[in-house]
């Protein structure tokens, strides 16, 4: 017997499913809120969750729009990533300004 995760969704955040497979997220229609919906893997959601009471030190993380938090909360809650593996950086560069660091 296959262990089985649970996903919920991330527009109602109310309801959830359980399936028989370990992936980060799935996109179904919710029937709660009828949307065609990410679904994100319950132990992401979780970390998302504690991150959001009570943000680290280590990340600006006010900062971080929510698909940011979550990419986070994603890489530590199913990968090998610690919180001193992510930096929150200023501004995005330019085409120009890569171009200008590509070479040095």
Known sequence: MSRTRTYRC?????HTVTREFDT???SVTCPNCESFERF??????EQFRAFEG???AELDWD???RTEKL??????AR???TIE???VVEGEATAEEGEATAGD
């Open 40 to 45: 994100v893997n319950e132990a992401v959601y």
């Open 79 to 81: 990968s090998t990533k």
């Open 10 to 14: 991330l527009n109602c955040l109310e």
């Open 63 to 65: 900062r971080l729009d």
């Open 54 to 56: 009570s943000p680290p």
């Open 71 to 76: 990419v986070v909360a994603e890489r530590l």
């Open 24 to 26: 980060s997220h799935l």
């Open 85 to 87: 593996d992510f930096t």
